[in-house]
């Protein structure tokens, strides 16, 4: 049983910073990456990684977010600075290694406000 276990999530001000990490049970993963969820809205990518250390973004989080990971550890992590109150969502993490081995973990919350 995969078991994706995120911390992180928080309050804070606009212009603020958070780091989410996710720690993931068992062999690596391919790719791990983030997603969210904001309020009426369907779940969106927000940044992957693979094992190798590809990166890919979503044009609004560029040059804010930075995802990274610790193979060793896999564990992946999500660097969010100048944090906006848009950015307020459920984040959740995903560790994929093919269409039949892609998992989720429970999400945590982002809030954005003064």
């Known amino acids: 049983q995969v078991q994706l276990v995120e911390s992180g999530g928080g309050l804070v001000q606009p212009g603020g910073s958070l780091r989410l990490a996710c720690i993931a049970s068992g062999s690596i993963f391919t790719t791990m990456g983030w997603y969210r969820r904001a309020p009426g809205k369907q779940r969106e990518l927000v940044a992957t990684?693979?094992?190798?250390?590809?990166?890919n973004y979503v044009d609004f989080v560029k040059g804010r977010f930075t995802i990274s990971r610790d193979n060793a550890k896999n564990t992946v992590y999500l660097q969010m600075n100048s944090l906006k109150p848009e950015d307020t969502a459920v984040y959740y993490c995903?560790?994929?290694?093919?269409?039949?081995?892609?998992?989720w973990g429970q999400g945590t919350q982002v809030t954005v406000s003064s």
């Open positions: 990684i693979t094992s190798g250390g590809r990166t």
């Open positions: 995903n560790a994929r290694r093919n269409m039949w081995q892609d998992y």
